[in-house]
């Protein structure tokens, strides 16, 4: 379970830095906070929405969500100005990285000499579930980290863009 844990966090750590040089001025390209049927928007790149599910996802990960925050500052984080700007400032941080990353994956589908197949996608799904005892481990790990199978192979298939 560690294992896929660093995956997690070495994917997304290596995103995230390959995002950073992608743009420069990805608010212009950017609709802050709508809805729609899968949940709040917090950005949209293009048609493409960056859902407040992805930037919870990737807050906790860093270890920012309201219980860590909570466990630091105190049940009422929100009145202590210090961590409501540590706060907020890395919230904006995750949101333009992940529209940043959202901006290099466009830009990877549009290079005519990436591929990305499903059996592209199902080998490196594979090669994850090849560190777990179980399909069980697996799954509860999956669960654990707030993710389903269908996140993780939308994370394998932008890592895929991203890395050709």
Known sequence: ???????????????MSLSMVACNNSKAA???????????????????????????????????SDDMM???????????????NQYNA???????SLIESEILVLKAKENKDISVTDDKINAELETTKANFTSDEDFNNAL??????LDDL????????YVTQ
């Open 1 to 15: 379970m560690k294992l896929f844990r660093k995956v997690i966090a070495v994917l997304a750590i290596a995103t």
């Open 30 to 64: 950017t609709e802050m906070a709508s809805q729609d049927e899968n949940g709040l928007i917090v950005a949209r790149v293009g048609d493409v929405p960056i859902y407040k599910s992805a930037l919870d996802n990737q807050m906790s990960m860093y270890g920012m």
């Open 70 to 84: 909570k466990a630091y500052y105190g049940e009422d984080f929100t009145s202590n100005a210090e961590s409501v």
């Open 90 to 96: 890395f919230k904006e941080s995750i949101v333009n």
């Open 143 to 148: 669960k654990q980290s707030g993710m389903t």
């Open 153 to 160: 192979k939308e994370n394998i298939t932008k890592n895929l």
